[in-house]
């Protein structure tokens, strides 16, 4: 049969690393799919896209999933492919006067709005009893971050990696950084369309499959697989190797998933992002019966 064309929308950035291996390597083709990677700036914009009808399937963050199923959007998760508790960072300027997380009192934060990087701040800014209503936020896109901390636009940013490892790199002994790893885990979550779920099982199948695969290489054989995504991503091998976890790659459906996501609804809500009021129950939007198939070992979401 010929191969089955799909595309796939993702961040272009490290975290997307198993998907580009897959890609790289060909363990799609192997699969008899023939995919075409979306390189997206944010995740949400990817989910947006496939909610559209394109791309087929996407890789997206816990908070754009949470989001967009408080508005009511019909989607399924299939599997998270990454996890981490060291991604994201707020970066901010000792010339500013910030030494420690109280001092982000008054200042000018940026971040990226309705993602990962301003639930984080919310988050430091409640655990170091920060009042919010006295700072200044300022809305930018993930090169934005950079751009404003170094220029002094803002006094500190939270953003993901390998934005922030550039800032902190650049700055120097001015960059002070805040990062806690039991405030947010950051994952990135294979999703997709009602449609492609209820008529092409075998095909998600295949994908996780391939993805399995990916996640096996990248652990098994690190070097070469920096040097691929470097490659595809169009960066400094030095840049991704920095941030380069192995292990943070997974092909996997916990119940750690829904805890994030109703934790990033109870945020949405509180800010009145949304104009839902409860939270919903988000095992109506996991579709575990592909990764089942493929490796059930692989799921723990209590069902």
Known sequence: ???????????????????????????FRD??????????????????DLLKGKPDLAFVSASAIALAALRGARFYVLATAYESGDLSKMVGRRDRGIEKPQNLAGKKLGSVFGTPSEFIQDSILATHKVDPQSIVRVNLTPPQTVDALIAGEVD????????????????????????????????LNLVAGEELVKQHPEVLRRVLAALVRATAFARSDSERAVR????????????????????????????????????????????????????????????????????????????
Do not use: C
């Open 1 to 27: 049969a010929p191969p089955v064309k799909l595309i796939v929308g993702t961040p272009w950035i490290p975290v997307s690393g198993n998907v580009i291996l897959a890609k790289q390597l060909g363990f």
């Open 31 to 48: 699969e008899g799919l023939d995919v075409t990677l979306q390189p997206y700036q944010l995740s949400n914009l990817a989910l947006a």
């Open 156 to 187: 500190a940013v939270t953003i993901w990696a390998p934005y922030s490892l550039e800032l902190i790199k650049r700055l120097g002994d001015t960059a002070v950084v805040f990062s806690d790893k039991t405030l947010y885990t950051s994952t």
């Open 228 to 303: 691929e995504v470097a490659q595809a991503l169009g960066l400094d091998q030095a840049v991704v190797d920095a941030d380069w976890n192995p292990a943070n790659f997974t092909v996997a459906l916990n119940q750690s998933l829904i805890i994030f996501l109703e934790d990033q609804a109870r945020w949405a809500i509180r800010r009145r992002l949304v104009e839902a009021s409860t939270v919903p129950n988000f095992l109506e939007w996991i579709h575990a019966d592909a990764l089942a198939a493929v490796n059930p070992e692989a799921v723990s979401v209590i069902r």
